[in-house]
């Protein structure tokens, strides 16, 4: 704890004998505790609690409690990252904003979050507090049993939270592991571990997490990247449903399903007699997605004259229906999506230059199966777990010839192809344990060797060839013209390389 500070001459010389009291501290619990007891003596409150989010934000912890006098042992219970059940908490981190109720009513706020005592609590002040790196790391609260205002106290409060946070960060990196933390490293397995509803372990989905964590509050245009079957769509899910938006519509529209027409009236809505057929007015998709978000799947088969139309969506917020010379305002947060390179689409002029870079403020890189290795038989286990649940039998055993086989396959249809794959062996087997024979596995894996460098090029071509023909769903004509080959030379190659209608 806190040394004995000194009776301050006022307020501002109390704030800075804490600060510097803080500053002196080199242990992390010491410097939460004094944190939490700082600010209940500064406002003269009988309760101050200290909740931090962990590196991905997926969990809010209560980390520090100060409550009538004594330092409260540390709770282990946290909060998801949509603090259901929480609103007050809910509000101040998901709006970014300072939060202070006077009259604190229990019957109209929901306060579970503050400690039962004899003494109804009166009032409340919460705020935001932020990193170096000015993002939201976690919440600073004071209560009282009888009512004040709270509201002044707010400036001081956030320096002092900023502070301390800060120097928690700091002893973080500079202070070695408790050895007993060392050794539950090493003899601890590695735990199931999600973010988002998202299943992955591996370092890159973890970089996948941090990314999102930094969007899911802020209403910055995101733009999903990675190749066909990573779960570009689930990663939109994941940030509109744990976002400040997640109690707003989620639409989705996919560019490449529609011809041009339609997807622009289905996209911006149109009034009565627009066109043949126009015999009502329609809102669009846009109208449809106000106040919420708007998944544009494979944005980069969307039209260039649709493109200019988005454009404008996107500086001004504003629609123009069909057939209708107003415009009008709607306010939605855009996510797209794409396996394409767009900046190789910009430079053969397929792609908008501005609409790129008004999309990419934030891109998001999701990993192929094949860079997540570790990733593999937990998403394995998961498919097959909701696979029995689903058929409603009992759960499937793994053989360990199985799991080997999975690993080592290069999954060039990601996991939409692993999700497939496993759903199928479930289905074949009878005898409650997936075998190696039950998954369709090509036998081109990863770790698979050719010993001459003939069957090295033809395995490249072969790969070389699917990733176009997959690119361009399988129209050969399109990926013969992107190759750069006659359509007859390409479907010689295919048919010398083995490669059918299913390995596309």
């Known amino acids: 704890m806190l040394a004995q500070v000194p009776q301050p001459l006022n307020y501002a010389e109390g704030l800075l004998l804490r600060l510097a009291g803080l500053a002196q501290v080199n242990n992390p619990n010491n410097l939460l505790g004094g944190l939490v007891e700082a600010a209940a003596e500064l406002t003269g409150s009988a309760l101050s609690q200290l909740y931090l989010l962990d590196s991905t934000h997926t969990r809010l912890t209560l980390t520090a409690e100060w409550l009538n006098g004594l330092q409260q042992p540390q709770a282990a219970d946290s909060l998801p990252s949509d603090y259901d059940g929480e609103q007050l908490l809910q509000y101040c981190l998901c709006q970014n904003r300072v939060l202070s109720l006077n009259e604190l009513d229990n019957s109209l706020h929901q306060t579970e979050f503050l400690p039962a005592t004899q003494q109804p609590w009166r009032s409340l002040l919460c705020l935001p507090i932020v990193d170096k790196q000015q993002h939201v790391s976690g919440l600073l609260l004071c209560a009282s049993h009888h009512t004040q205002d709270l509201q002044g106290f707010s400036d001081s409060l956030s320096l002092l939270g900023n502070f301390g946070v800060n120097q928690l960060q700091l002893m973080h990196r500079l202070l070695p592991p408790p050895p007993s933390e ?38 910055v245009s995101v733009l999903l990247t990675g190749e066909t079957g990573t779960g570009k769509e689930l990663v939109a899910h994941a940030i509109h449903n744990c976002g400040s938006r997640r109690s707003m519509n989620f639409v989705v ?17 149109y009034r009565k007699g627009a066109f043949t057929g126009a015999d009502r007015d329609h809102k669009g998709l846009f109208d449809a997605a106000d106040n919420g978000t708007l998944f544009l799947d494979e944005i980069g088969d969307m039209p260039l004259s649709l493109q200019a139309k988005l454009l404008r969506v996107l500086q001004e917020g504003e629609v123009r229906p069909l057939g209708c010379n107003d415009t009008h305002k709607v306010d939605v947060r855009i996510i797209a999506a794409t396996h394409y390179d767009l900046q ?16 990419s403020h934030f891109p998001i890189e999701l990993p192929p199966l094949r860079e997540r290795n570790e990733d593999i038989l937990l998403l394995a286990r998961h498919f097959g777990e909701n696979t029995c649940e689903f ?26 192809q692993l999700k497939g794959l496993v759903e199928r062996a479930v289905l074949l087997c009878e005898d409650d344990e997936l075998l190696p024979e039950h998954f369709n596995l090509n036998r081109e894996t990863a770790s698979d060797t050719a010993t001459n460098l003939r069957e090295r090029m033809a395995k490249v071509e072969r790969n070389f060839l ?33 490669i059918s209608p299913d390995d596309i």
């Open 182 to 219: 060392v050794q539950q490293q090493v003899q601890v397995e590695p735990v199931r571990t999600s973010g988002y509803g998202l299943i992955g372990n591996s370092q890159s989905m973890r970089d996948v997490y941090q990314l999102i964590g930094k969007v899911l509050h802020n209403p």
């Open 253 to 269: 529209q996919n560019c490449a399903s529609l011809p041009e027409h339609l997807l622009e009236s289905e996209l911006f809505g």
């Open 344 to 359: 190789n689409q910009v430079e053969k002029g397929l792609f908008r230059e501005d609409l790129f870079y008004r999309l």
């Open 391 to 416: 058929l409603q039998r009992g759960p499937c055993r793994w053989s360990e010839e199985a799991l080997t086989a999975l690993v080592q396959y290069s999954f060039p249809g990601n996991v939409r």
């Open 466 to 498: 699917l990733d176009s023909l997959r690119r361009n769903r399988g129209n050969q004509s399109k990926a013969a013209r992107e190759l750069g080959l006659p359509r007859r030379t390409l479907l010689y190659r295919m048919e010398r390389l083995g």
